[in-house]
């Protein structure tokens, strides 16, 4: 259903609403809010719409987060235009609506799209624009786009730039910008959000700013200080890195017989510092290896899969590889050239294929699972002991897939300051695990978040302490929440989750938010909460 200026079907709307129960008269007061505030038509559905559901779980990505008996907004907006975006956070506002902002929605506990009380979903999905610069080695990227869609369009305009972003090409640049952001050129160029230049954002005011008008602190906040807490960044500028003409990459299984685990413990030793053109990140995989992270079919063994990108030639990397991980035995006959567009889109079929850009642009989600994430950071290579009790529980009882993908850090990440955006784990912080768990029905949730409770109780002796540091964008509300709402508990039992996001920088997010939206309106459970709630009338 679309509601635009010139309401043909607008009162029949408002009629059907209205018979549909308590939140009637406030729905309609909210949309006439929109269309008042508006300039153009804006795409709107309601629960009465027929598409409604379709557009709902267009994006839904964890089917955790779906189903009938999760919480669904009241509306749905797909703006198209800044105008649309600042229309709807007005009326929200007005109308005390809590907002949801999706992007890619694949946020891992379902935070752009859940709300355990009346809320609005603010979708980007319509916002993806594209615009490249070559000239100036920059784009111009909507929040709405996917990251194989900027790729793709990075690729049509030149093969001598590229950008740092992420493995997956369905995940969106608004969440994955907004919460740092690791891909396989991170050891060479940090962090996708190291690599934004300017940004626009419309604020808990429904202004639109950019980085001269929002100021540096907020600018700073927004790259990394996770999505949802303060303001809707509609677009992002990206300074683009050059790739050379030819990149290699590569991907090697090997089962627990082929050695799996000393090759896992000897590559903690080499990953990290070696060449830093050199990404080689590792699953470490039990039962079906699914790869959930790419696309492609499964295997039933236990076992490690190195996947890499180097940025040169093959005939560069082997003598790199000789060296360092001879354990690993990668000949030339292992190794595929492409340029870096292709090499983005070898990951993205499942390691089958370069040649199909295509796969790029496909939105369709790779998993029907539902899953479970967390994430922690090693500070010191773990023995091949504790390696061994994690094989143990990659096979327990009734846990369908598990997937621990261990990303090595060093090189550029090592020269960036903790302070220098708000995600501070660098140098000191080598290798970053994300632990995945997925299965198929609702009957075994329990039993699934259980296991990851367990195995990560289990590691806790071989990961960062005081705090023991995550990833924001592997959002877990296990490790501590706001409150249902999305108010703030005390400050210090927020600390415990956002030191452990944020460390150091915890705090100054905490002044950015009081500072630019002390009211809260941009609030989940894991949002950054303000300092205190201000006096009326001073
Ligand atoms: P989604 O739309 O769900 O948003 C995530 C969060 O950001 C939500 O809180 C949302 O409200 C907020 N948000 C979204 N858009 C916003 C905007 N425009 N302004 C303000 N807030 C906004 N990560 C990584 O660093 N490297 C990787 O390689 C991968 N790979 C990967 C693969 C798969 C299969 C999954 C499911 C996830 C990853 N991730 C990842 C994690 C990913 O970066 C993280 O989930 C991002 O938040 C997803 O961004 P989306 O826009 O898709 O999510």
């Known amino acids: 259903m679309e509601i635009g200026r010139n309401y043909v079907n607008f009162i029949s709307v408002l009629v059907s609403l209205l018979l549909w129960g308590c939140w009637g008269s406030n729905l309609e007061d909210f949309l006439h809010c929109i269309s008042s505030n508006s300039s153009n038509s804006t795409l709107l559905y309601t629960q009465s719409s027929s598409s409604y559901s379709s557009v709902l779980n267009f994006t839904i990505r964890n089917l955790r987060f779906s189903g009938p008996n999760v919480p669904k907004p009241i509306a749905i907006i797909k703006p198209s235009q800044p105008s649309q975006v600042q229309a709807a956070v007005i009326c929200c506002n007005n109308h005390d609506l809590r907002i949801r902002v999706r992007s890619g929605g694949h946020d891992f506990e379902g935070l752009s799209y859940v709300a355990n009380v009346t809320f609005v979903v603010i979708d980007l999905v319509n916002l993806n624009s594209v615009t490249v610069d070559i000239e100036n080695n920059t784009a111009w990227v909507q929040s709405g786009a996917t990251q194989g869609e900027v790729y793709y369009k990075l690729g049509l305009k030149s093969s001598a730039f590229g950008f740092p972003g992420g493995v997956q090409p369905t995940v969106g640049i608004g969440g994955f910008l907004s919460g740092g952001g690791y891909g396989m050129m991170v050891r060479k160029y940090g962090l996708g959000a190291d690599n934004v230049v300017d940004a626009l954002l419309v604020d808990a005011n429904g202004r639109l700013l950019d980085r001269d008008s929002m100021g540096e602190d907020l600018f700073w906040a927004i790259r990394g200080g996770g999505g949802g807490s303060f303001g809707i960044v509609l677009a992002w500028k990206l300074k683009l890195v050059p790739v050379p003409p030819t990149v290699t990459s590569f991907a090697a299984y090997r089962s627990l017989d082929q ?203 071989f990961v960062s302490k005081s705090p023991r540091a995550a990833y924001v964008n592997y959002r877990d509300l296990d490790i501590g929440t706001n409150n249902e709402d999305g108010t703030p508990t005390s400050f210090e039992e927020a600390s415990v989750w956002g030191l452990k996001y944020f460390g150091v920088n915890f705090e100054r997010l905490v002044r950015v938010k009081t500072m630019v939206d002390p009211c809260n309106l941009f609030r989940h459970q894991q949002s950054i909460p303000p300092m205190a709630q201000p006096k009326i009338n001073g």
């Not at 094989?391 to 990303?407: F, K, N, Y």
């Open 259 to 461: 050695n799996a685990t000393d090759l896992v413990h000897r590559w903690q030793f080499v990953a990290p510092v070696i060449d830093e053109r050199l990404f080689i990140g590792v699953i470490v995989s039990g039962l079906i290896l699914i790869l959930f992270f790419f696309r492609g079919g499964g295997r039933r063994t236990k076992g490690a899969f190195f996947y890499s990108l180097f940025l040169g030639k093959a005939e560069e990397l082997i003598p790199i590889m000789e060296k360092s991980f001879p354990e690993l035995g990668l000949k030339k006959a292992d190794c595929l050239e492409t340029n870096w567009v292709e090499s983005t889109a070898y990951p993205a079929s499942g390691f089958v294929t370069a040649n199909d850009l295509n796969v790029l642009l496909d939105r369709d989600p790779l998993s029907s699972g539902r899953f479970k994430t967390k994430s922690d950071y090693i500070t010191e290579p773990i023995s091949e002991a504790a390696l061994d009790g994690i094989w143990e529980r990659l096979d327990a009882d009734g846990i369908e897939t598990v997937q621990l993908v261990l990303i090595p850090y060093g090189g550029k990440m090592n020269e960036i300051a903790e302070t220098e955006l708000p995600s501070p784990h660098r140098d000191g912080y080598p290798i970053k695990i994300g632990y995945y768990v997925t299965w198929e029905s609702p009957e075994a949730d329990m039993r699934h978040l259980e296991w990851s409770r367990e195995v990560y109780e289990y590691m806790a002796p």
